[in-house]
């Protein structure tokens, strides 16, 4: 059986370090290059090159991961949940040639890291001094919103689903409006939503599919509230959405904090002091030689 071929865009200069983790976004490298360092002990600690080669495309982050593998060289790979089922992410991590180096997020996006409260105010440069009352506020407003943006994020995993049979479709554009209307999201909102689609797809079917994904984000049994708030947050919520249209206000308005002229994911990254508890096999397996 013949090996991969090299991607045309490798750039064989990354091939001089001695360990990397392949990512597929910018902020994505950002938060591991910190989170690296953070269970490392400090920069001068580790070796492990952070490699954004996509900008938002999973599949280069597997290629990059195969060829240097290929080479026998030393990788990683991490890249976004986004629509995968818990399923199709098993299967992508189970395959042969990756050594057990790739894995899927264990949440939507990057961005997910960024919602929970606790999770949140420990990024904060002044996170001592958050008041109870601000707290409290956060929490308000995302209890407030979560029903809209669990239906937002169902939405846009059954137009991704779909969208290789809908070539015109922008998905933003179709699944947006929910965050929009004025009055909380219920199922009516999208069937007219998906009502515009109908002509090309079964819209019974579209719906089907979506009672499917949202069914998902639902209370399991047994499972306490705290836990479920969490859950959904973490794998059912569209985290960079949620986070430029509610953490990034709060953290303006509500803290009258300004970021780093590189953004708030470059400010929130340097506050960082402990490691998500989700991801400290993964990045104990990137550091291991």
């Given at each position: 059986?013949?090996?991969?071929?090299?991607?045309?865009?490798?750039?064989?200069?990354?091939?001089?370090?001695?360990?990397?983790?392949?990512?597929?976004?910018?902020?994505?490298?950002?938060?591991?290059?910190?989170?690296?360092?953070?269970?490392?002990?400090?920069?001068?600690?580790?070796?492990?090159?952070?490699?954004?080669?996509?900008?938002?495309?999973?599949?280069r982050v597997r290629q990059a991961l195969e060829w240097?593998?290929?080479?026998?060289?030393?990788?990683?790979?991490?890249?976004?949940?986004?629509?995968?089922?818990?399923?199709?992410?098993?299967?992508?991590?189970?395959?042969?040639?990756?050594?057990?180096?790739?894995?899927?997020?264990?949440?939507?996006?990057?961005?997910?890291?960024?919602?929970?409260?606790?999770?949140?105010?420990?990024?904060?440069?002044?996170?001592?001094?958050?008041?109870?009352?601000?707290?409290?506020?956060?929490?308000?407003?995302?209890?407030?919103?979560?029903?809209?943006?669990?239906?937002?994020?169902?939405l846009w995993k059954v137009m991704v689903a779909n969208?290789?049979?809908?070539?015109?479709?922008?998905?933003?554009?179709?699944?947006?409006?929910?965050?929009?209307?004025?009055?909380?999201?219920?199922?009516?909102?999208?069937?007219?939503?998906?009502?515009?689609?109908?002509?090309?797809?079964?819209?019974?079917?579209?719906?089907?599919?979506?009672?499917?994904?949202?069914?998902?984000?639902?209370?399991?049994?047994?499972?306490?509230?705290?836990?479920?708030?969490?859950?959904r947050l973490c794998r059912h919520v569209h985290g960079?959405?949620?986070?430029?249209?509610?953490?990034?206000?709060?953290?303006?308005?509500?803290?009258?904090?300004?970021?780093?002229?590189?953004?708030?994911?470059?400010?929130?990254?340097?506050?960082?002091?402990?490691?998500?508890?989700?991801?400290?096999?993964?990045?104990?397996?990137?550091?291991?030689?």
């Amino acid at each position: 059986m013949s090996g991969p071929e090299r991607p045309s865009w490798y750039d064989d200069a990354w091939n001089a370090y001695e360990n990397v983790l392949f990512v597929e976004g910018k902020d994505d490298a950002t938060l591991f290059r910190r989170w690296i360092e953070v269970a490392a002990g400090g920069p001068a600690e580790h070796d492990v090159q952070v490699i954004d080669v996509t900008g938002g495309n999973h599949l280069r982050v597997r290629q990059a991961l195969e060829w240097r593998l290929a080479l026998g060289k030393h990788a990683s790979g991490i890249f976004d949940r986004d629509d995968l089922t818990d399923e199709e992410a098993a299967l992508l991590e189970a395959r042969e040639w990756s050594q057990g180096r790739l894995k899927v997020l264990p949440r939507f996006t990057i961005e997910n890291y960024l919602l929970e409260p606790g999770e949140l105010w420990g990024m904060l440069p002044e996170h001592d001094a958050v008041t109870e009352a601000a707290r409290t506020a956060y929490k308000t407003k995302l209890n407030q919103e979560l029903e809209r943006y669990l239906h937002h994020c169902s939405l846009w995993k059954v137009m991704v689903a779909n969208k290789a049979k809908l070539k015109d479709l922008r998905v933003s554009d179709a699944v947006d409006p929910v965050l929009a209307s004025a009055d909380p999201p219920d199922k009516k909102v999208v069937e007219l939503i998906l009502r515009d689609y109908a002509s090309k797809l079964d819209q019974n079917a579209l719906l089907a599919e979506y009672d499917k994904r949202h069914m998902e984000a639902q209370p399991a049994s047994g499972e306490s509230t705290d836990a479920c708030c969490l859950r959904r947050l973490c794998r059912h919520v569209h985290g960079k959405k949620a986070f430029e249209m509610l953490t990034q206000p709060y953290l303006q308005d509500e803290l009258k904090l300004q970021p780093e002229p590189k953004g708030w994911k470059v400010t929130l990254s340097q506050g960082v002091k402990v490691v998500p508890e989700d991801l400290k096999d993964f990045l104990s397996l990137v550091r291991s030689k």
